[in-house]
């Protein structure tokens, strides 16, 4: 058998020199860390409920340190290794838990979002119309709504003596409106708003009565 | 001699001061047409389009506040009522001119809610619309009424009437007050036939046709043969005579008078 070894090297050769360029400049440089994720043991707790954190590496040359921090809440010593445990502080919300990677050759870092329950009722408030208003029956109006939880709202709701009415979902801003409302019926209308807390269904509510003043439907 | 020249020189004396005195004679008299500072308070006209032909009965709790309010007011206000048609009931004493007053006040209040009790304080400077209670409404009512009992007018009318057995034709002097000519005018006026036992009910049978004043000069004064009113047999009472700018939807005096 007649082997070309010359052929043989030159081949040999440029294969390993493709496959060895990364691995050559991690071999010269090192390898930075490289977060896969940052998982929670719980997504949503209550307040004082404590949660464990832990970062999963991908890659990486060791050692490796970990910095642990939170918006809000406890980290509960130590906060050096890869996990750790979080404190949930007493006022319900969004919080953050953060974690950064360091070794040699460089950092990587990761977040991962906690939900705090709040058992507190949302506040609410009828901001318009006034109490004691005058309407005219069958007349449209808009009713201006003030609304927040720490958790968010999830619903508003919105009765008319009693009687649901409309329903709004809940969004970012504290302020609502329910526009073209008809008041129907002649004499002293209650209006109530109820509002329901996204997470913990808590409700809170704001009402106020108005006047409003019968008509016979004229002519077209 | 002394005592005829001292005669003659007191003759003198008296008519120069007559003389100096009438020359300096100052119109301050607020309700003399010719002083630029006079004026009137304005007499505020209310009017009610109603329907009492249906089965609810918030036209008539209006027309007990409207009375009600009649008698708190009574020297500075002069209510009416327009009788309207609706939807579904009929009232016979409807007439057509008041649909088209209706439609005017909308307008000018950009509004095509219609829907009765509506009432309207000095055109459509005001609006009051719908009843649930006499003591709501007259709530209401006062409180619009406020703005409108402190204008001041600066017209001021008086009237007289030709009246035979089928017609009416008033006779309207119209002075305008104050230093400024006026805008360009509509004299209108009303029959009322009143209902007594009831609320209010000063009710409109028939509607003048607007007479147009161009303009008035500051203290001018002009008298108007206006057209005749059909009586028709109806036992009219009273005339409302009123001025209003020439899209009619804002009154700036107005003025009643007993047939």
């Known amino acids: ?220 | 001699m002394a005592y005829r020249f001292i005669f003659k020189l007191s003759t003198w004396t008296l008519g120069l001061l007559l003389f100096i005195s009438c020359a300096k004679i100052t119109r301050d008299n607020i309700l003399d047409p010719k002083n630029p500072d006079s004026q009137r308070e304005q007499k505020v006209l209310i009017e009610a389009f109603v329907n009492t032909e249906n089965p609810f009965e918030y036209n008539e709790l209006m027309l007990t506040a409207l009375d009600s309010l009649e008698r708190r007011h009574p020297e500075k206000i002069e209510i009416v009522a327009y009788h309207r048609n609706t939807r579904d009931e009929v009232d016979p004493l409807h007439i057509n001119e008041s649909e088209l007053q209706y439609m005017r006040y909308l307008e000018a209040l950009g509004s095509n809610f219609k829907g009765l009790p509506d009432v309207f304080i000095n055109g459509a400077s005001q609006r009051v619309q719908g009843a649930s209670s006499s003591e709501s409404a007259l709530l209401r009512l006062e409180e619009a009424l406020v703005p409108e009992l402190q204008k001041i007018s600066k017209y001021t009318i008086e009237v007289e009437t030709t009246v035979t057995n089928e017609t009416i034709t008033p006779t309207v002097t119209l002075a305008r007050l104050g230093s400024n000519s006026s805008p360009s005018l509509v004299i209108k006026v009303l029959l009322i036939q009143t209902y007594s036992g009831q609320a209010t009910h000063n009710v409109v049978r028939d509607i003048s046709r607007s007479t147009v004043i161009n303009r008035l000069s500051a203290g001018e004064q002009q008298t108007l043969i206006l057209p005749n009113l059909n009586l028709n047999g109806i036992p009219a009472n009273r005339l409302i005579i009123y001025i209003t700018d020439v899209d009619e939807w804002e009154v700036f005096q107005c003025c009643t008078m007993e047939l």
Not at chain 1, 171 to 180: A, G, I, K, L
């Open chain 1, 1 to 220: 058998m007649n082997i070309n070894y010359k052929k043989l090297l030159i081949t040999t050769i440029a294969l390993g020199t493709a496959l060895s360029c990364s691995s050559l400049d991690k071999l010269i440089n090192g390898v930075e860390p490289e977060i896969k994720n940052l998982s929670l043991s719980k997504y949503e707790i209550d307040p004082g409920d404590t949660l464990h954190a832990a970062v999963i590496i991908k890659d990486g040359d060791e050692p490796m340190q970990f910095e642990w921090e939170c918006t809000g809440g406890q980290l509960i010593p130590p906060t050096d290794g890869a996990s750790v445990v979080w404190r949930a502080p007493v006022t319900g919300g969004q919080y953050k838990i953060k974690v950064k990677v360091i070794n040699d050759s460089g950092t990587d870092k990761i977040d991962s979002e906690v939900t705090v329950r709040s058992y507190i009722n949302p506040s609410v408030s009828l901001t318009s119309p006034e109490e004691g208003s005058y309407f005219t029956q069958y007349q449209q109006i808009h009713i201006s709504v003030s609304a927040r939880h720490d958790n968010g709202i999830r619903v508003l709701r919105l009765f008319l003596n009693d009687t649901l009415r409309f329903s709004l979902d809940g969004h970012s801003s504290v302020d609502y409106q329910f526009t073209n409302i008809e008041l129907n019926t002649a004499g002293s209308t209650k209006i109530k708003i109820e509002a329901e807390a996204r997470n913990t269904s808590t409700l809170g509510a704001d009402s106020i009565s108005v006047n409003v003043e019968g008509i016979v439907v004229g002519k077209k």
